[in-house]
């Protein structure tokens, strides 16, 4: 049915304990950050409020707590480069060590062998992030391919049906473009924008059984994560009474944020470790097809983006290694 083991992939997080460590305190931290710098815009607002009446004090402490969501989401949004470089790179870092069974550095903290590897392959926080934001758009374009395949079969309402398929694999490739940064650590690959575009062929290659796996992990996860978020709605509801005004549908949006933060700090990792089995096994033995590195080559300006950065000697490497 799927090509990863959960036993594993909890194995894998128990084995990364610092990891998952440093993910709960920087996700429930921003959780935190967003309850009360939020409460704090809504007390504000409430405050400046009392110079008017009831319906201005109400619109005043709303619009408070919206400034006060948007402050911290604006400094999130700033964050996620180094977020992406030390939390998630690195982690995903140990765990490619941990499945190939390689033995952790003597002397040396796991968070701080993993920011060593991640620091080798990708100079900067820029680096990365450009070559993962360029990696998403090629994951895009496949997930559209697969779309329009889809529009041609004459069946009643498969418009509508491809519609919501589609933005299913758009959720479930959220967690595959980890996986392909994870190809260039294993391979100790010198070339990170020739690494991602070797990986995505492979990925591109195999898209069937990897969108099968991304499937049932995107259902276990945001599964997990809609039962998270009603069993948070009780100590949300407790919370939010604690917010000056009494803003309805205030318990809605902090449980929804702490359900976000468990999602981030837990289930996403659990579904990398899934992934990375799954990607692992399903390339084993295989090269790049230079037939589906042609295909996104047309279909994909991103892919051509990347293709354009990675040096020549990995381009060729590629090619030979696709006709060998």
């Known amino acids: 049915m799927w090509d990863f083991s959960f036993r594993r992939s909890l194995g894998l997080m128990v084995q990364t304990l610092p990891f998952v460590i440093l993910r709960m305190a920087v996700y429930f931290g921003a959780a935190l950050a967003y309850v009360l710098v939020t409460g704090t815009g809504a007390g504000l607002g409430w405050g400046i409020g009392a110079l008017g009446d009831d319906g201005f004090r109400t619109s ?4 408070g707590g919206v400034t006060g969501f948007a402050i911290v989401a604006i400094v999130m949004y700033w964050l996620r480069e180094y977020i992406l470089y030390i939390v998630k790179a690195g982690h995903i870092a140990v765990m490619v060590e941990l499945i190939d069974n390689r ?24 680096v990365l992030f450009a070559i993962d934001q360029l990696v ?3 994951l895009r374009a496949i997930t ?8 041609l079969l004459p069946i009643p309402g498969v418009r509508q049906l491809v519609t919501i398929l589609h933005a299913f694999l758009n959720i479930a490739v959220g967690f595959i473009d980890e996986v392909i ?6 391979t100790r690959a010198t070339d990170p924008w020739g690494s991602a575009r070797t990986a995505l062929v492979l990925y591109a290659q195999n898209y069937r059984p990897m969108l099968k796996n991304a499937a049932w992990i995107t259902l276990f996860v945001y599964g997990l994560t809609a039962i998270v978020f009603f069993v948070m709605l009780a100590p949300a509801a407790l919370i939010s009474n604690l917010y000056p005004g009494g803003l309805s549908g205030i318990g809605i949006v902090v449980a929804f944020i702490l359900a976000w933060s468990v999602k ?17 096994r399903t390339i084993e033995g295989q090269s790049p097809d230079p037939q589906w590195d042609a295909r996104l080559d047309q279909m994909s300006q991103k892919f051509r983006e990347l293709k354009a950065k990675a040096m020549p000697e990995s381009t060729n490497a590629a090619e030979s290694e696709g006709m060998a």
């Open 60 to 63: 005043a402490t709303f619009f």
């Open 103 to 126: 033995a952790m550095p003597e002397g040396r903290s796991q968070i701080g062998h993993a920011q060593a590897m991640v620091r080798k392959r990708f100079s900067e926080a820029s």
């Open 136 to 138: 998403k758009g090629v």
């Open 144 to 151: 559209g391919m697969i779309r329009g395949v889809f529009t």
């Open 181 to 186: 940064l994870a190809h260039g650590m294993r």
């Open 264 to 280: 981030q700090a837990l289930l996403e990792p659990l579904a990398v470790a899934c992934l990375l089995q799954a990607y692992f």
